[in-house]
Every structure is written in structure tokens, then in C-alpha cells.
């Protein structure tokens, strides 16, 4: 009787043992998949080379656009500058017109008047 229930418990043994190999090479074969999944994901050297590359563009672009507001400032700078000069000119323009108008001043001193605009402008 004891040979009966010695040779029972293996055969009990032996079904949990398959069991467990059946889990275990289940288990193995989910490990494999994701090894290969892993394996064909980039390295992180990749994604680091890869953002520094970015970072290199964006402060190229910066620069860039840091040229552009300097230049659009100096034209600016510039269109002020002119403007300033024309206002000049025109009030000089305005007042010549208005002497020679209202004083009744003659032709010649009218051209001088035109000389000394010129100067200014």
C-alpha cells in the first residue's frame, strides 16, 4: 500500500511539476516577445543625440531672430531719423511760405529763403 500511495503522490508530483514547466515556459515566451520589442526600440544614445540636435536648432533660430530685431530696430531707428528730418523741413517749408505771404517780401529774397531751406534739409 505505501508503493501505491508513494507512486500516487509522484504522479501528483509530477502533474504540478508540468504544470509549473507550462507556466513557467509561457512566462519565457512573453520574456522573448518583449526582448525583441526592447531590442528594436532605439538606444538612448539615439534620443540624446537627438535632442541635442534640437536644442542646437533652436538656439540657431534664436539667433536668427535676435539678428532680425536688430535690424528691424536700426531701420527704425532710422525711419525716426528721417521723419525728424522732413518734420524740420517742412516746418522751415511752412514758415518761408507764411514770411513771404503775409510781408509781401519780393521775389529775390524769396529765392534766398529757398536757399537757406535747402541748407537745413
Known amino acids: 500500500m505505501k508503493k501505491a500511495e508513494t507512486a500516487l503522490s509522484l504522479l501528483e508530483k509530477r502533474r504540478e511539476l508540468e504544470l509549473e514547466l507550462k507556466g513557467k515556459e509561457s512566462l519565457l515566451k ?62 522751415v517749408a511752412d514758415e518761408t511760405i507764411f514770411a513771404v505771404s503775409f510781408l509781401g517780401k519780393s521775389q529775390n529774397s524769396l529765392v534766398e529763403k529757398q536757399n537757406v531751406q535747402r541748407a537745413f534739409c
Not at 538606444?43 to 533652436?58: A, D, K, P, Q
Request: aromatic share 4%.
Open 30 to 91: 512573453q520574456l522573448e516577445v518583449e526582448q525583441e520589442r526592447v531590442g528594436k526600440e532605439p538606444h538612448r544614445s539615439s534620443y540624446t543625440r537627438r535632442i541635442l540636435e534640437i536644442i542646437n536648432n533652436v538656439e540657431k533660430q534664436k539667433k536668427e531672430m535676435e539678428k532680425v530685431l536688430k535690424d528691424t530696430q536700426e531701420v527704425q531707428r532710422e525711419i525716426n531719423t528721417l521723419s525728424g528730418q522732413l518734420e524740420r523741413c517742412f516746418h
